[in-house]
């Protein structure tokens, strides 16, 4: 067990619908990372919020916004989802922003887009 | 969004054997991290190598920093059923957070 906490664990939805994916860093952790997984593709970085700032955003759409909130657990909203949103969706936390800072992920979100 | 590129994509071995797995980039990395990914689950860090030509193992596992900075490479010795997972590398640059990850090495083994 990671210590990161992600619900739900499967979300299955409709194309143009909005769903919200939770994520609860480990005790401690500032940084929380999200990183979309598609099938048989690798971990694609989408965004990183560090004590409720965001510092980077990786190749995340439009349609996708994510915030960190004063208890530093993390929201992650996906709108007017589309079929090729279909994905596993994953948080990771670390303790601060630093180069050699390892991430700590949590089991996913299993998101299906009918 | 950039990758590293993982060789070879999948293995297929029989428990007892050890294994091999490369990471390369075109860019410098100053950190490599080297995770596994159980089905249905996230990926669960392994090692971390922060020096170029650093080797550390962990348990059968052993992992290297290769001396350009530009690769680095996983040993899995006397492999058991359990080894079976995807194994990703990942990098992150000089004067950024974002960890790249690669394209990762499907590990399938036979009893």
């Known amino acids: 067990d990671s210590g990161v906490t992600q619900t739900p664990k499967h979300l299955i939805t409709a194309t143009g619908q909005r769903v919200t994916l939770r994520c609860s860093p480990r005790?401690?952790?500032?940084?929380v990372y999200w990183y979309q997984q598609s099938l048989d593709q690798g971990l694609q970085f989408l965004i990183h919020?560090?004590?409720?700032?965001?510092?980077a955003k990786g190749n995340i759409l439009e349609r996708f916004s994510a915030q960190q909130f004063p208890d530093l657990h993390s929201e992650l909203n996906l709108s007017s989802l589309e079929l090729g949103d279909s994905a596993l969706y994953f948080c990771?936390?670390?303790?601060?922003?630093?180069?050699?800072?390892?991430?700590?992920f949590g089991s996913g979100t299993q998101l299906s887009v009918l | 969004g950039q990758q590293l590129n993982q060789s070879p994509q999948s293995m297929f071995i029989q428990e007892g054997e050890d294994v091999s797995m490369n990471c390369t980039s075109s860019?410098?990395?100053?950190?490599w991290l080297w995770y596994k990914q159980d089905p249905g689950e996230g990926p669960v860090l392994l090692i971390a190598?922060?020096?170029?030509?650093e080797l550390t193992s962990n348990g059968r596992l052993t992992a290297q920093f290769g001396i350009t900075r530009k690769d680095s490479f996983l040993n899995i010795s006397a492999s058991i059923p359990s080894d079976v997972g995807i194994y990703f590398c990942?990098?992150?640059?000089?004067?950024?957070?974002?960890?790249?990850f690669g394209t990762g090495t499907r590990l399938q083994v036979f009893p």
């Open positions: 990771a936390s670390s303790v601060r922003s630093a180069t050699n800072e390892k991430l700590f």
């Open positions: 860019s410098i990395f100053n950190t």
């Open positions: 990942a990098g992150r640059r000089d004067n950024t957070d974002k960890l790249i």
């Open positions: 919020y560090y004590n409720g700032e965001e510092r």
């Open positions: 005790s401690g952790d500032l940084s």
């Open positions: 190598l922060y020096k170029a030509g």
